[in-house]
């Protein structure tokens, strides 16, 4: 399974590195891939869930604008 989130609130390798630990501390998830200059981040992994990827990218310090 696989998710595209998109991110606002990311602008140097710092943020970058934030939102991939603070995803990759969830259960299912087995990669994470952020793109700095689309604000794009891609989540792959099992049993995905939605809310809890939001929850724990905005406890990082960032908005998610989309999840796909």
Avoid: P
Avoid at 20 to 34: C, F, I, P, W
Avoid at 35 to 53: M, P, Q, R, T
Wanted: aromatic share 2%; charged share 30%.
């Amino acid at each position: 399974m696989k998710k595209i989130m998109l991110v606002e609130g990311m602008s140097c390798n710092h943020c970058v590195m934030a939102v991939t630990n603070a995803l990759k501390g969830l259960e299912g998830v087995s990669n994470v891939d952020v793109n700095l200059e689309s604000k794009k981040v891609e989540v792959v992994g099992d049993n995905l869930i939605e809310e809890a990827l939001k929850e724990a990218v905005e406890e990082a310090g960032y908005d998610v604008i989309e999840i796909n």
